[in-house]
């Protein structure tokens, strides 16, 4: 059974960084694409960031993009997320999530494992 579990998050001020982790077990990690959801308090989750099983393609949603950057080390099955510039619109429980396939790219998968989340707070 594939096992994620997240870390990194915390509160910031405003302008601040934060850099997210999910570390995955029992898979072979570099078969999956891994994707980012934050879900703020009242809202649906949604996507942000994603990146293919080699690392070499990656997505940014509009509202993060130039601020957040996705990476992986599938030698330490983890994948990053690495978050500057934060905004208190930011705030949100953030989830990673992996999808079974060497994809070469990251729209429109379908996330079939999830971890348990990691709280993200942005002062203003």
């Known amino acids: 059974q594939v096992h994620l579990v997240e870390s990194g998050g915390g509160l910031v001020q405003a302008g601040g960084s934060l850099r997210l982790s999910c570390a995955a077990s029992r898979l072979t990690f570099s078969n999956y694409t891994i994707g980012w959801f934050p879900q703020a308090p009242g809202k649906e989750r949604e996507f942000v960031a994603g990146i293919n099983w080699s690392g070499l393609s990656t997505y940014s949603a509009d509202a993060v993009k130039g601020r957040f950057t996705v990476s992986r080390d599938n030698v330490k099955n983890t994948v990053y997320l690495q978050m500057n510039s934060l905004k208190p619109e930011d705030t949100a429980v953030y989830y990673c999530?992996?999808?079974?396939?060497?994809?070469?790219?990251?729209?429109?998968?379908?996330?079939?494992?999830w971890g348990s989340g990691t709280q993200v707070t942005v002062s203003s």
């Open positions: 999530a992996a999808a079974y396939g060497r994809r070469t790219d990251v729209l429109g998968v379908s996330y079939d494992t």
